[in-house]
């Protein structure tokens, strides 16, 4: 069965630097989607993506926040200057319509 | 406002014993549900789905639910739980509507489920 793969598993940063969570959706679905998880707290919905835009964003998906889909086949979450509390579980999902099938994350860690 | 609140935080059963998880959830129209599961250290696999068909949805490893909307709750069942259940779930309710919204999800804060042999 097609799965959402995302990369790197874990992620170690220092405060202040740039970083890009990479996602590769399943191949024929059109809506692309970033969720995090901050440790101890609920999955919480940052950006959707269709047709090469933003469809919808959360509060949390500030200025420092980007997402793009550089090529037929990834879709990348860019964090321009990484905070302390930007330390959470990244989920990048995928779908056709309903429902969202999710890749296993990526831990990022801000030191 | 969609929105779906998970009762229990914490939920303890023995091997062989049924299980069930309990999510209320509050909605402006005929919403869409979902339960998702996240062993540790993997991602989020769906359990199952209700899109206003059919009120007892059946999902993956023996788990249902069953849709109820004068009590607005879509809790989890299973009769007889497995060491391999024990996991996070999640009760989640999408924000769009209709069998092929695409809106974002929305999640519940989760119950841990432990299975005790």
């Known amino acids: 069965e097609p799965e959402v793969t995302q990369t790197p598993s874990h992620q170690v940063t220092q405060m202040g630097q740039e970083v890009i969570l990479r996602c590769v959706p399943i191949?024929?679905?059109?809506?692309f989607y970033w969720y995090r998880q901050i440790l101890g707290q609920k999955v919480e919905f940052l950006v959707s993506?269709?047709?090469?835009?933003?469809?919808?964003k959360s509060e949390i998906f500030d200025d420092q926040f980007s997402v793009e889909r550089p090529d037929g086949s990834n879709f990348t979450l860019k964090i321009r200057s990484t905070k302390l509390e930007d330390s959470a579980m990244y989920f990048c999902a995928s779908s056709k319509n309903q429902p969202q099938h999710f890749g296993d994350g990526t831990r990022l860690s801000i030191l | 406002a969609q929105s779906v609140t998970q009762l229990d935080s914490h939920v303890s059963v023995s091997e062989g014993t049924p299980v069930l998880l309990r999510c209320n959830y509050s909605s402006s129209y005929s919403p869409s549900l979902f339960w998702y599961v996240q062993h540790p250290n993997k991602g989020l696999q769906l359990l199952l789905k209700y899109t206003s068909a059919a009120t007892l949805v059946k999902g993956i490893n023996g788990f249902e639910a069953e849709f109820k909307k004068s009590e607005t709750s879509f809790h989890l069942t299973k009769p007889s739980a497995h060491m391999s259940d024990a996991a996070e779930y999640f009760c989640v309710v999408s924000t769009g509507y209709g069998s092929s919204n695409t809106g974002k999800l929305i999640f519940g804060q989760g119950t841990t489920l432990q299975v005790k042999p």
């Open positions: 993506f269709y047709n090469n835009e933003i469809s919808e």
């Open positions: 191949s024929n679905h059109l809506y």
